[in-house]
């Protein structure tokens, strides 16, 4: 729950981020780029690309702001955006990925796409192949699975916060959650069962 002075403080900033102010909107990108870049990194797992798309959410706010109905929390909605924006990024992603390889089939020279290794800033050295292989498994999941699993087990957003940001009811998020951790965990002793 907002203090009445924090909520004050939100309805000035939007009045003025809808009036196109370039002051409240420095302070709108200093304040959320962390958990759009962070929410990002986590759903695309590519610095390079997670940076492009941050700034993509952030061009889409500024361009939006003055359709924004305030049903819910500006954060709600810049989440709504970035986890759209992620999405997006990864369907065209794999609809390139498809015309690349069906290029290749016709090369004389068999070279093969070179797909990057992710490598997630935040992530201790010593910790880095299990979170390699966590990362791995939660890019398998399902497109509502990895969103819900992400907002709560990585960026450490409450139930209500997800069902908002995914239009769903608490009940729904923790059954996604649920299912989520099952795959992940079904997917994981696989993994470490193949390396012994």
């Not at 907002?2 to 000035?12: F, H, I, S, V």
């Not at 196109?20 to 709108?28: G, N, P, R, S």
């Not at 986890?83 to 990925?97: A, D, N, P």
Request: proline fraction near 2%.
């Amino acid at each position: 729950m907002q203090a009445p002075k924090e909520k004050r403080n939100e309805q000035m900033s939007l009045k003025n981020l809808k009036l196109k102010d370039e002051v409240a909107f420095k302070y709108l990108v200093e304040n959320y780029k962390d958990f759009v870049f962070n929410t990002c990194i986590s759903i695309i797992q590519n610095v390079d690309d997670s940076d492009d798309i941050s700034q993509e959410v952030f061009i889409q706010v500024y361009k939006s702001i003055k359709n924004f109905k305030e049903k819910s929390s500006l954060s709600t909605w810049i989440y709504k955006i970035t986890v759209s924006k992620c999405f997006e990024y990864l369907r065209f992603k794999k609809r390139k990925k498809r015309f690349s390889l069906l290029v290749n089939l016709f090369r004389d020279d068999g070279t093969i796409i070179d797909i990057p290794e992710f490598e997630h800033p935040g992530i201790i050295l010593e910790k880095k192949e299990n979170s390699k292989l966590l990362f791995n498994a939660i890019d398998k999941l399902n497109e509502e699975q990895k969103t819900a699993y992400i907002l709560k087990n990585i960026q450490g957003l409450s139930y209500k916060k997800i069902a908002e940001i995914m239009n769903k009811s608490t009940s729904s998020i923790e059954s996604l959650i649920f299912r989520a951790k099952k795959s992940l965990k079904l997917h994981l002793i696989k993994k470490m069962d193949n390396k012994k």
